[in-house]
């Protein structure tokens, strides 16, 4: 009984089967998709749609959205029927009292029939059955109420015959309905595999990124070992250098205590004694009787206390320019300006140290941020070919035929668009075929033509040069000044780095482990641009992070 109750309640009350495709309306009954669609075609020309079940009115014609959870819950209640390969949940038309779930439809009659009604139904061939379905109106032509048994190509529609005879399709290209449809399966066969082949194809990409991610988590652990590993390290140094330091400059406070005590000590004695004379004397001034003040011996005691003083080691230089008073502090590491000479130094050392540590952990794990650098066209000289992405410049034997500005230089060498006015930045270049070149940077008021354009040449540009100047040689130059490197560059990638507020422009070799090839130090006084300069060759802009190029 509770399965006859069920069943009432998943009926659609426009058929009186069991729900196909289930919609829900606004007012929340449930009909066949078919059904509330038919029922509202029939109200198109009022203009007024309305619930079948409630009655309610709806200003537009209602979205038709299937029930998920209704179409479920059909499917359920129909699953453990033992024939439920067969029921599609449409009943028998014949079948009234106890209905049976029908099997087959038939066109001709528009009715769905059981096993028991198709044994007895019509063989004659107009009677054509199908499989179940409540909509079988739809399988007929809405004109000739004939069956639509073929297919118009020319119009996309399925006709009957009549519609093909006397109709509007009559002279147009036909195909039976089930030929069609065999061809439209084997297009969407085709669809199917090729469809099948994008997601093997899409499949095979998520894994593959899937896998670079994987190995870039893997990169980016290790590195982060590295980092931890490497700061660790730097923290142990230059805590034991702390120590160091801090013991050192205790040993020299003892040695200065011990020092200026010793002296102290010397002068208080020297004091005393400087008072008792002064004593001795006064009463000497003060005596009445002469012949008593002659008589007194002139013993030495009674000396020049600056003759005195210049004769005492202790003496002399006291109040002086020398901390330990005399020559005893200026040979002693504790006194004079020697050991404070040695701790100024020392800390200059230490502050250099730190600070070329840091210098090259931001170049070798990239701290700063790689600058977006475009060549400028309108300052490339017209033996130079700049790329359509303007990161690369090619010296070339043609002409380019440019116009001649300010801005342009007479030869060989272009600027980047971007200048740099403060902050961290780096960006890479790769050298390929160059008999010599330069990279740098400039100022942009450098010369644009004339004996000094070419940077290195000048006070207003900074740069690492190969072979113009010094017989294929490795060197940097500002100003004019040549400092030849000490060894050879055998990657063809380098690295400029700069600090705009440090004042720092250095210069790395990419290679493995990355190596520092020189750094320039001033203060700079004008925004600075990027310059390449190249002959026989070409210079690019790289953007591939060093570890690429390692073994």
Known sequence: ??????????????????????????????????????????????????????????????????????????????????????????????????????????????????????????????????????????????????????????????????????????????????????????????????????????????????????????KASGEAERVTALFIDIRRRVDDLEKKVLSEISRREEQVSLSFSDLIQKLEIKKDELSRKMRYIEELCNMTDPLTVLREPDKGDFCDPEEEGGDEDTGGHDGGDEDTGGHDGGDEDTGGHDGGDRGAELISHISHTLSDMIRDINVIFHVEDPADILLDVNTAANNLLISDDLKTATWTRITQNRPETAERFQGYQVMSGRRFTSGRHYWDVEISRSEWWSVGMCYPSIDRRGQKLYIGDNNKSWCLHKGRVNNNQYSVMHGSKVIPLPHQISSDRVRICLDYEAGQLSFYELCDPIRHLHTFTATFSEPLHAVLCVSNGSIKISWRSCEETLP
């Open 1 to 218: 009984m509770a399965s006859a109750g069920l069943r009432n309640d998943l009926e659609c009350s426009i058929c009186l089967s069991l729900y196909t495709d289930p919609i829900t309306l606004r007012c929340g009954h449930n009909f066949c998709l078919d059904c509330i669609g038919q029922f509202l075609n029939t109200q198109e020309e009022s203009g007024v749609y309305s619930c079948p079940e409630c009655r309610e009115e709806f200003l537009d014609r209602p979205a038709l959205k299937r029930n998920i959870t209704l179409c479920k819950v059909v499917e359920n209640f129909l699953s453990p029927l033992p024939s439920q390969k067969k029921i599609t949940g449409i009943c028998c038309t014949y079948c009234i009292h106890s209905p049976a779930p029908a099997v087959k439809s038939c066109l001709n009659c528009e009715a769905s029939l059981c096993d028991q009604h198709l044994r007895v139904h019509s063989k004659e061939a107009e009677h054509v059955l199908t499989d179940p379905s409540t909509s079988l109106g739809n399988k007929k032509c809405s004109v000739h109420k004939k069956i639509l048994e073929y297919y118009c190509i020319e119009d996309d529609a399925c006709i009957c015959v009549s519609c093909s005879l006397f109709g509007e399709h009559r002279g147009h290209k036909l195909h039976p309905v089930y030929k069609a449809s065999e061809k439209k399966k084997e297009k969407l066969r085709n669809v199917l595999q090729y469809l099948i082949t994008k997601r093997e194809e899409t499949e095979e990409k998520v894994q593959n990124l899937e896998e670079h991610w994987r190995k870039a988590e893997e």
